[in-house]
């Protein structure tokens, strides 16, 4: 698959030029971030603010739930986006953060609700599949960050593959990631975000189960205005951290769109590999 920037690039400038991408007249999309700040893995803050200003500009950025159900204001590039975060870095609360709140852009970010320190921050290291060397979220940040446009949903209690437990163990990390954030929050925990991204038939069913209204995935895509995605298979563009402005710009823009058929592509052969269908 193409992993090289330089690939994406030319091949993102074939794609703008195709007659279906050109005739497009409004989108939605959701755009994905993980750690920022000065850490291994973060976003540099300088990059992250100049994307949010490039997307204030630019594009509509509402809610994930608005997004999901029509409320889109016309914006110069007929996009309206939705900012959403994984795991529950404490760089989100540092760093992003400040920038969302002077922006006055929502966000939503999706909680390993075990991760989530009470009274300090927990280490990543101590939780499979999370960025190394991190700091954790605390709740009381998390609650000063959802009184200003920020959303919480669960990323379960540990960040496993939803699709290799058994459905008792599915059953206990999607109710128990959804208790804890209402609990320690006070507000519905109406979204859920799949480790990894992966997902079948199954796993959707075991969400929808639980009681959550809607889920994301890892596959690049957007949906047209007027049309509804997937509640339950909502697809999201990564936003990487050697990515350029306008790199982010071709992102926003859908230049980079054919990079969800490779994503498919792959995941098909995973799934014949592994036996499951998602």
């Known amino acids: 698959m193409i992993d090289s920037l330089a ?12 007659p279906s991408h050109r005739a497009n007249s409004g989108c939605g999309m959701v755009l994905t971030y993980h750690s920022v700040g000065p850490t291994r893995l973060g976003l540099p803050v300088e990059n992250f603010r100049e994307q949010m ?7 509509a950025v509402v809610p994930l739930d608005g997004l999901l159900h029509g409320a889109w204001p016309h914006s110069k590039t007929n996009v309206a986006c939705a900012i959403t ?8 609360y540092r760093w992003a953060f400040p920038v969302l709140r002077e922006l006055e852009i929502p966000a939503t970010v999706y909680l390993v609700g075990d ?12 939780f499979a599949g999370l960025y190394p060397d991190e700091e ?47 609990d320690r929050l006070g ?25 959550y209204r809607n889920a994301v995935i890892a596959i690049q895509a957007r949906w047209q205005r007027g049309t509804t995605p997937d509640f339950y ?10 990515y350029s402005l306008e790199d982010f710009a071709a992102v926003v823009r859908g230049d980079w769109d054919y990079l969800g058929t490779l994503q498919r592509l792959r995941r ?11």
Not at 268 to 278: E, L, P, T, V
Request: hydrophobic share 35%; net charge positive.
């Open 233 to 242: 298979r909502i697809p999201r563009a990564d936003v990487r951290r050697e």
């Open 115 to 126: 991760a989530i320190g009470y009274n300090a921050p927990r280490k990543s290291n101590e």
């Open 7 to 18: 690939w994406k690039r030319r091949l993102g400038r074939l794609y703008s030029h195709l």
């Open 136 to 182: 954790m979220l605390v709740w009381s940040e998390a609650r000063e960050m959802q009184e200003q446009k920020v959303d919480f949903g669960s990323h379960l209690l540990g960040h496993w593959d939803l699709t290799s437990l058994t459905p008792a163990q599915a059953k206990a990390e999607l109710e128990g990631s959804k208790r804890l954030i209402e």
């Open 53 to 59: 200003t490039w997307l204030k500009e630019n594009a």
């Open 187 to 211: 507000r519905e925990c109406a979204s859920f975000c799949y480790p990894w991204g992966k997902h079948d038939d199954d796993a959707v069913g075991e969400v929808k189960a639980a009681g």
């Open 85 to 92: 975060f994984d795991d529950g870095y404490a760089g989100v």
């Open 268 to 278: 098909a052969m995973s799934r014949a590999s592994a036996g499951r269908y998602a």
